[in-house]
């Protein structure tokens, strides 16, 4: 068996939590919608949230794949034979 490398991360559910200002945008673009009546205005909106949630999730990866590696540096342990 080769070498490998473990890398363990916790999560605390403290670090999902929605904040305020997530819930008060939440609140008015669900308030938006809701009130389109236009098919064509419903659709550019959906394309331009799809838009925002795909950058964000881009932007998100990149962070954590940069935080990940910081902490790997720090807490890896690597295993022999």
Do not use: W
């Amino acid at each position: 068996m080769s070498k490998f490398e473990l890398i363990e991360f916790q999560f605390d559910p403290d670090d999902f939590e929605m904040s305020l200002e997530d819930e008060f945008l939440i609140t008015k673009l669900t308030k938006e919608i809701e009130s389109v009546t236009d098919p064509k205005v419903l659709k550019e909106a959906t394309l331009k949230l799809l838009h925002l949630a795909v950058g964000r999730q881009a932007v998100i990866r990149g962070l954590v794949r940069r935080l990940c590696n910081l902490e790997a540096d720090v807490v890896s342990k690597l295993y022999e034979d």
